[in-house]
């Protein structure tokens, strides 16, 4: 806590807090003159108002350390859909603050809507208008927060390649947030930590099932056989125009009377 104070302190500071102690350095080195008597309270006041406000942000990032750290241990990954996104007109360091409607639901929640207001930065902007988020989701109570790294993998933002050592492959299933969410779980069920590259080969339970959810969505992935077309024969022709065929021949010269006779008595005959 205390280094966390010492960090918001100097923050406050580097944003414009020295002047308070600035103010108080020139009054007690002036001398306590009454002429500059405004410094002492000014700075007194404005020193006051620095540790105040170190103090809650030390105390705000410590409530949301907490929070991050219990939803990691006890929260369920959720899907967060962005079903709407409003401007709300506020910049915070040059960025948008935007509101956004979700749609949450995951293992064992009964889906829920819910509005966030987020910094929309270049690297979240894609994600929020992929309109795909993943969450840590309280079950108990329904709190959540959402989680901007595993977002960026499920949304397609960061490659999510797979190499399977038993196939000699390695599978892309970049952007399929069905399959990546499901392997993220399995993840966080095994307190398998998600810092870039992640090795599971030490561990074969572990890897059997990252493995199989691999398998089954790129075999779904996969484009279907191609069904070949039937083949379709010509209807054989009837008795009437094989007789007039026969007829044809005759008259034209091609076969003979006694070549006609025979066939015409054979094509009867088949009737």
């Known amino acids: ?24 350095v020139v009054y007690f080195a002036i001398g306590e003159s009454s002429l500059v008597r405004w ?8 020193t006051a108002a620095d ?12 409530k949301s350390a907490a929070k991050s750290q219990f939803l990691e241990q006890q929260g369920v990954l959720a899907l967060a859909q962005v079903i709407g996104i409003a401007e709300t007109g506020t910049m915070i360091n040059d960025q948008p603050l935007v509101k956004l409607d979700l749609r949450i639901e995951g293992p064992g929640l009964t889906p829920f809507e819910s509005q966030d207001r987020v910094i929309a930065s270049v ?14 989701v309280d079950p108990a109570t ?6 901007w790294q595993r977002s960026a993998l499920v949304g397609g933002l960061v490659p999510a390649q797979f190499t399977v050592d038993e196939d000699r492959r390695t599978y892309d ?7 990546l969410l499901e392997i993220l779980r399995i993840l966080k069920a095994n307190n398998v930590p998600m810092n870039g590259t992640v090795d599971i080969r030490s561990n074969p339970v572990v890897r059997q099932q990252v493995t199989n959810v691999v ?9 279907a056989a191609p069904v070949p077309a039937p083949t ?24 003979t009377d006694a070549e006609y006779t025979a066939k015409r008595q054979q094509i009867i005959s088949e009737l």
Do not use: H
């Open 123 to 136: 690297t979240r902007m894609p994600l929020i208008t992929g309109r795909k988020l993943v969450a840590l």
């Open 39 to 46: 410094m002492f309270w000014t700075g007194l006041l404005i």
């Open 51 to 62: 540790v105040l406000i170190a103090l809650a942000l030390a105390n705000y990032g410590a």
């Open 215 to 223: 398998r089954r969505a790129a075999a779904q992935q996969a484009p």
């Open 232 to 255: 379709v024969q010509a209807p054989e022709p009837s008795t009437a125009q094989r007789l007039q065929e026969l007829e044809t021949l005759r008259a034209t010269g091609a076969i």
């Open 1 to 24: 806590m205390v280094g966390r104070y010492l960090k918001a302190q100097l923050w406050v500071l580097l944003c414009g807090g020295l002047v308070g102690p600035i103010f108080l």
């Open 142 to 147: 329904r709190d959540y927060q959402i989680d």
């Open 173 to 179: 299933l970049s952007g399929q947030a069905g399959p």
